[in-house]
């Protein structure tokens, strides 16, 4: 055990508790004696000549109360209306003030809010520019431009693992928003810190930490607080797993984690790996002088949570302090690490307004859940009030404390300034707006009846703004909602392709058997019986899926009519494959997980029944009788053209064996070996239904970027892959000296080839005139498989 690191646990805590309770005093003041009711009102009738308008009576029936639904299309109508930029602006500025602690009266912080607004406005509305911001093909676009995409490759996958164990119980978007947002919120301080004067190299270093620290200390979120919140452990592992934490902060080290009891053994052995490395990163990264300081800001952090969370809502004599000191705590604490977590130097003010401001945003939350909270039996401030307030005429209406924690975070800790006092309003009634809408007139009419009757002549003013203000939304509000949206589409549609792939998989698997001739002349046919061996093997079936999802879901063919061609995918392709194994070729001796053909028979009856399937393939096109016979020749003629390069891209293959290839010899060689095949699936059933030529051209250039970033996560698992997935050896590249792009890249260098590729083919669906979820899904796939 490090001593060097220890903290007194106890010690800390008080200390923060102190600070806490005398700023609650103060709060319990202005409270009681409601002496920030005048005063806000008079900020209000100040603020509100900006935020409502008077109309002519003409006006009221064409004039929008509020901008179009969807992130997009609200952002266009902003910027049409004349909007955006204040709408951006005061988004800014509340960002600089909840999650940087800056003034918004410093000339600094007015200056680089504009400059953020600016480049932000920009982004938003450059027409050329159809990316989504947010998807992963944009985020590695945006690394790419900073030089970070080993640290965003690495965040992907490792995103990947964590939303794959996020336990049932758990709400699994929620989780990842959250993550996200963290990572976001470590990298804007990382920005700030940052001066014109910083070399790139020095700013990708920077930018490079700022991602791993943000996901470490991100990572405790769904993995610390939500586990111990969620049903997940039962009471006692709870307790062993609360203690297991406790122990880490307080010594500066984890512990082993030993025997498990509970049914959620693996579960933990993950979780315990995962936050182990994170902490030992960010232990890594703090300057000596500040880890103490780090340790105990993360100890308030993580006790006062423990002391709210162990709250009871039957229990009904808790006091205001026992209820709003761990508030206060947690909330400040939480937004204090992270400046903390980058061993950012000290910064005149931040740490005191950010203890200040935490409540503010705890209770605005607060607010918004506590129907949530209710119905889960949590204990918050409302919560709490609203089930005991006519029992207990001493407790705090949290409602009024949040209107007083405002009075005083304009007039006593920004000092009146105009502009925090314009933002922390839009932000109040835009949570009033946004319950509103969200639970209804009605519900919204009972929560204000509870919580807003101790100050009639104020409720009427805040009611009045709630009802008739405008332009007090927000971005994040708005990106916050956009990225639930997404996460949940993702989810569903990934649900959906997984169940496509199933299900077609299966559909490909029953009709791909070759029956023997009723009245066969020839006494022995083992060309038939190796065939069916090789069929038999546990293939993807990617090429006739693909097929399948095209011509049935986009063209609108029927499923029956293409089953000649999806076999015919299929037999050209493990015909392809029996012929890659031979000891003339690749010399494989596994393949799907099965000894290869010539292995099981030998190389004479594997040469023939691969020359058998390629003439079967052409059979079943040929006997596609639903098609006028000029679209069939057509695409018998397109899939004859198609199996001659195929060769030619294996010709090259074997030729390279030994020598040192480009980059671009490479990529054409992977677009003739996988890129082809890829592009068939998809431009066959194009030419069944007789697609456009810039359809086509479109699939093509999607089908090459795909089928290399196919090639090249074949490479990477040849390395770093597992035979149990694969159901083929690894290392047989480098065993027969194959070029790859690995060798000529390096794994590092590889991964960003991957995903540039990725990125080009995503980009390419924008030009597609279908639905592309499921290609989409595919890239997805390709990217991220393991076999």
């Known amino acids: 055990m490090n001593m060097e690191l220890m903290i007194n646990a106890e010690e800390c805590y008080q200390r923060a508790e102190e600070k806490a309770a005398r700023y609650f005093n103060t709060l319990y003041v202005l409270v009681s004696e409601k002496t920030f009711v005048p005063t806000l009102i008079n900020d209000i009738q100040s603020w509100k000549q900006t935020h409502i308008h008077h109309h002519s009576f003409l006006s009221l029936f064409s004039r929008k109360k509020t901008g179009p639904s969807g992130y997009h299309n609200y952002i266009q109508w902003l910027h049409y209306t004349g909007k955006l930029d204040r709408y951006l602006d005061r988004s800014i500025s509340y960002l600089y003030m909840r999650d940087l602690g800056k003034a918004l009266d410093s000339p600094e912080t007015k200056k680089r809010v504009r400059s953020v607004v600016d480049n932000l406005k920009s982004h938003l509305t450059k027409k050329e520019d159809n990316t989504e911001m947010f998807s992963m093909a944009g985020l590695y676009r945006w690394a790419q431009k900073e030089g970070i995409e080993s640290a965003i490759i690495w965040l992907i996958n490792k995103l990947k693992i964590v939303s794959s164990n996020i336990p049932d119980g758990l709400d699994a978007e929620n989780a990842q928003r959250k993550l996200i947002k963290i990572i976001a919120g470590v990298l804007m301080h990382e ?165 200040f401001y935490g409540i503010y945003n705890q209770l605005a939350d607060d607010f918004a859940d506590m129907v949530e909270d209710m119905e889960e039996g949590a204990v918050t401030p409302y919560t709490y009030f609203m089930k005991y307030h006519d029992k207990r005429p001493d407790l705090i209406n949290p409602f009024e404390l949040y209107w007083a924690v405002i009075s005083h975070l304009i007039h006593n800790v920004y000092h009146s300034d105009s502009k925090t006092c314009e933002v922390i309003l839009d932000r109040a009634i835009n949570g009033l707006k946004r319950f509103k809408e969200r639970k209804g007139s009605e519900e919204y009419k009972k929560v204000m009846e509870l919580f807003a009757s101790g100050f009639p002549n104020f409720n009427r003013v805040i009611q009045k703004m709630v009802r008739k203000a405008d332009d007090v939304d927000f971005f994040d509000k708005l990106l916050r909602d956009h990225m639930m949206t997404m996460l949940k589409n993702e989810r569903k549609e990934q649900e959906d392709f997984l169940d496509t792939i199933e299900t077609v998989r299966n559909q490909v698997n029953n009709i791909l058997y070759i029956a023997k001739p009723e009245h066969d002349s020839l006494p022995k046919d083992p060309i038939t019986d190796a065939a069916n061996y090789s069929l038999e093997g546990d293939g993807k079936r990617l090429r006739p899926i693909m097929t399948w999802v095209m011509g049935v879901n986009e063209y609108g063919l029927y499923s029956s009519a293409i089953v000649p061609l999806l076999k015919s995918l299929e037999y050209m392709h493990t015909a392809s494959l029996i012929f890659d194994d031979l000891p003339a070729q690749d010399n494989a001796a596994i393949r799907r997980g099965r000894q290869t053909l010539h292995m099981v028979y030998n190389n004479a009856i594997a040469e023939l029944t691969g020359l058998f399937l390629t003439q079967k393939a052409i059979e079943e096109q040929a006997s596609l009788n639903q098609f006028d016979s000029e679209t069939v020749l057509n695409l018998i003629r397109y899939s004859a053209q198609m199996t001659a390069d195929m060769c030619k891209g294996q010709a090259m293959d074997l030729d390279s064996r030994g020598k040192p290839l480009t980059l671009e010899q490479l990529n054409l060689m992977s677009f003739y070996k996988t890129g082809i095949a890829f592009e068939a699936s998809l431009i066959m059933p194009a030419i069944l239904t007789k697609a456009k030529e810039h359809e086509m051209k479109a699939l093509k250039k999607f089908a090459r970027h795909a089928g290399i970033a196919f090639q090249i996560k074949d490479d990477l698992l040849d390395v770093e892959g597992e035979l149990d997935l694969l159901g083929k050896p690894i290392g047989k590249d480098a065993e027969n000296n194959h070029s790859t792009f690995v060798s000529i890249l390096g794994m590092d260098g590889a991964k960003k080839a991957m995903w540039d590729h990725y990125c080009l083919a995503m980009e390419v669906l924008q030009e597609v005139p279908l639905k592309t979820s499921f290609l989409k899904h595919l890239l997805n796939y390709i990217v991220n498989r393991d076999h």
């Open 191 to 355: 920005f700030e810190e940052m001066d014109d004067k910083l070399s790139p190299a020095e700013r990708t270093i920077r930018l490079d930490h700022a991602i791993r620290l943000g996901y470490a200390y991100g990572l405790t979120y769904p993995f610390i607080d939500d586990l111990l919140d969620a049903k997940v452990l039962s009471t006692d592992e709870k307790k062993q797993y609360s203690n297991l934490i406790r122990t880490t902060l307080i010594t500066g080290n984890v512990p082993e984690l030993g025997e498990w009891s509970g049914d959620n053994a693996e579960l933990i052995r993950f979780i315990h790996s995962e936050l182990r490395d994170a902490f030992e990163a960010i232990k890594a990264h703090q300057r000596p002088d500040n880890r103490i300081h780090f340790f105990e800001q993360a100890f308030v952090f993580f006790h006062s949570q423990e002391v709210d969370r162990e709250k009871n809502l039957s229990y009904d004599r808790y006091t205001n302090e026992e209820l709003y000191v761990p508030i206060i705590l947690k909330s400040s604490s939480s937004r204090l690490i992270v400046r903390s977590v980058i061993s950012a130097p000290e910064d005149a003010g931040f740490e005191s307004r950010t203890f």
